[in-house]
Every structure is written in structure tokens, then in C-alpha cells.
């Protein structure tokens, strides 16, 4: 079965595809990865969306015209994908997270926008779509759901295995064969530090290319303690944030705060250490035996060096070891969540979401044909991906 996955992350900065050959042989899942890119967002739209979010106000209209012009990219980044692999049998778009309501340890609602519908008339495919709320619902956190990919693809491993992701929002998952698997958010990882760049003007790009920037810049102890004093980091896992919590009112809160008045490079080093402090920290508290990274931040020598350093014995390396890009992930993440759902298959880990049990994720929007789903079949025990043709 060949799907499409789409997803923008909390960097809020475009949008990620992969195509993906999903197939099962008895209890192994197997997929190959036969296209991927990512789309940047316009400008102008990109703009648009960050002014939509937390804290900023935003009304209902604006919900609705953003609705509509993010499932149009979605749709056009669709287009493009299928344009160059072929036709798919299956769509699965995260689309944009907006809010993710979370009081304290509990997970109220979440919401993704990007009208699938778009998706779907565009492309005549069917789109599952609306992918986390199910197990919000179960009492779960709708996050992090990267670790239903996560577990299939470290099964097997030895030791305590944690695949972590570095995007706007730092996440891991601990996969070890003697005990449940186990994941949650761990704090900002790009989330701060691209608010920075944008705000400073100190990128074009938006974000700290390289580490460039951090990398000239030293760590203001005095904010990275008062920012460490958080306490959503001594809160139990599983849990989940976003830009609700970190964004740059809290961190210029945070700066007038510390009295500190840091020059960029450094700012952002201090960020850049702060990421570091709380994965490092997290992971090794966990016993972690291995590191697998995925994300933005993959592409940051300060970040990994920084966990390089911070986890002395411990093998850190990026997923593509595994198999799975460390760029393209999260869409492989929902081609797999897309498999699952259309082979009757629940998708959630209860351990990982704190869920009350395994759900069925998503709701599908028809293409420009019936839908045909075929028989429910039995969970996959592992995921082994495959080689490029």
C-alpha cells in the first residue's frame, strides 16, 4: 500500500512528505521511502499563522481563512508529492497544530487545522486526517504520537533505546523489551530559539542555520537557571507542551526576570544549553543506552555536540541509522499511522500517551471514490524499513 504522509511540526515552517511503501510480512511491518520533500510555507501565510498563536489573540474568522489557506498548501504540497512518486492510496495529513490545551499534567484538547477536504478534492485521494484527538479523548495527550513509530522501529533492540526528536518541542522515546514504552514532550528544543531569530531579524531563514549564532555566543548562567526553575520539567511523564507554554513572551518575561540583557549569540547559546540540560538530564535519568535523533535539530552541531558531551558513553547518533531520515520522520510517522487506521489496526500507545488504552486513530475524508477499507488484521510487532529504489 503506498501512502502519502504530510505534516507541519511546531516549528511552524513548512511542510514535510514522504511517500511510503508500506507492506507486512506476518508480524513485520515493512516500508520503503520512495519520495520525500518538504515545502516551505509562504512567507506571508507562515506570518499570518504566527500571529495566530498563543498568546496572541486570534478570533474565530481568522481560524476559519487559516483553516482553508493551510489545507490549500497542504493540498498543493500533496499535488507535488504524487506528481513526482505516483499515485497513493492513502493520504494522512497532521496538519497544523494551533493550540494543544494542556493544564498541568492533563490534556484537555488539541487542535489541528488544514481542512483535509482540500486534500481530497485535489488530489481524488482519500485523507485521514484529525489524528490526535482520539486519544485525548481516551484521556491520553494526543502526544507524543511518534512513539507508535518509535516503538515498532527500535523493537527488538538491546538495552534501553530512546529515539528523540529535536523539532520546535523536544520529545523522546524509550523503548526497552522488559518494560512498557514510555514517551513525553521534555521541554523546547528549536521552539525558543527560532522565536529569537525571527524576532532579532538575526536570519532570514528563521532559525539559527548551523548553530552558527549559538555557537559565537556564551551561556548567561543566571537565565539558564531561572529558566531550568520551570515546573513543567519536574512534572511526571507521560506529558505534553508546545509554544502555549513556550514562546517569546515567556522567554522576554524570563530575561527581565534574570536582569540579564544577553546579546543574541548569546541568548541563544543559553537556549541552545537549556535544550541540552533538560534532554540530557531526562534521557539520563531514564538509563538511556542509546540515542537516536531526529528533527531540525539534528541538523544543529551545538545541540548535538552538546548531547554528545552530556551523555558521555552513551552512542548518539540521527535515525537515519535505522533507516528513516532524520528529516523525514514525521511524515514516514503518519504514512505509518495512515497503514494502521485503514487496516482496522489501533494506533495510540497507552503507555506513551497515558490513553486508558490503544485507540484507532483519525477520521478519513472519501476521495473521488468509495471507500473499500479491507479486513482488520493483526497489529505489526516490528517495522523494518528498507532501502530507497
Not at 484527538?133 to 527488538?156: E, I, K, M
Not at 511526571?236 to 508546545?242: E, W
Request: net charge negative; aromatic share 4%.
Amino acid at each position: 500500500m503506498r501512502i502519502l504522509g504530510l505534516i507541519s511540526g511546531t516549528s511552524h515552517d513548512g511542510i514535510d512528505a514522504a511517500v511510503v511503501d508500506l507492506a507486512a510480512d506476518g508480524d513485520v511491518l515493512g516500508a520503503r521511502v520512495v519520495h520525500a520533500d518538504s515545502t516551505p510555507y509562504d512567507p506571508a501565510l507562515r506570518a499570518r499563522l504566527l500571529d495566530a498563536l498563543p498568546p496572541q489573540p486570534c478570533d474565530l474568522a481568522e481560524v476559519a481563512r487559516l483553516d482553508t489557506l493551510i489545507g490549500q498548501a497542504f493540498a498543493e504540497a500533496a499535488a507535488t508529492a504524487i506528481a513526482a512518486a505516483g499515485r497513493v492510496d492513502l493520504i494522512v495529513s497532521h496538519g497544523q497544530t494551533v493550540f494543544h490545551w494542556a493544564e498541568g499534567p492533563t490534556v484537555l484538547g488539541t487542535l489541528q487545522i488544514g481542512q483535509p477536504a482540500w486534500i481530497a478534492e485535489r488530489t481524488g485521494a482519500p485523507v485521514l486526517a484529525d489524528i490526535r484527538v482520539r486519544d485525548v479523548a481516551a484521556g491520553g495527550q494526543g502526544a507524543p504520537l511518534a512513539s507508535t513509530l518509535d516503538a515498532l522501529l527500535l523493537a527488538g533492540r538491546p538495552g534501553r533505546a530512546a529515539a528523540l526528536n529535536l523539532g520546535g518541542i523536544a520529545n523522546a522515546t524509550l523503548v526497552d523489551g522488559s518494560q512498557p514504552v514510555l514517551a513525553w514532550d521534555i521541554g523546547p528544543a528549536n521552539a525558543l530559539m527560532d522565536a529569537v531569530v525571527v524576532a532579532r531579524g538575526a536570519d532570514p531563514r528563521g532559525f539559527d542555520a548551523d548553530g552558527r549564532l549559538a555557537a559565537a555566543g556564551t551561556v548567561d548562567e543566571r537565565l539558564l537557571a531561572l529558566l531550568l526553575a520551570d515546573p513543567y520539567y519536574a512534572l511526571p511523564a507521560p506529558k505534553s507542551t508546545g509554544k502555549e507554554l513556550f514562546h517569546l513572551d515567556y522567554l522576554d518575561r524570563t530575561i527581565a526576570a534574570s536582569g540579564s540583557a544577553p546579546s543574541t549569540e548569546d541568548l541563544l547559546a543559553t537556549l541552545a544549553a537549556l535544550t541540552v540540560r533538560t534532554v540530557a538530564d531526562a534521557l539520563d535519568a531514564a538509563g538511556t543506552d542509546e540515542v537516536f535523533v531526529s528533527g531540525g535539530g539534528a541538523r544543529n552541531p551545538v545541540l548535538m555536540h552538546g548531547l554528545v558531551d552530556a551523555l558521555p558513553g552513551v552512542p548518539v547518533g540521527t535515525t537515519a541509522a535505522l533507516g528513516v531520515g532524520a528529516d523525514e520522520k514525521e511524515a514516514v510517522l503518519m504514512a505509518l499511522l495512515g497503514w494502521l487506521a485503514w487496516h482496522g489496526v489501533p494506533a495510540s500507545v497507552p503507555s506513551a500517551t497515558g490513553a486508558s488504552g490503544a485507540r484507532m486513530l483519525g477520521a478519513i475524508t472519501p476521495g473521488a471514490e468509495p471507500l473499500r477499507l479491507p479486513e482488520p488484521r493483526r497489529a505489526p510487532a516490528s517495522l523494518r524499513m528498507t532501502g530507497r529504489p
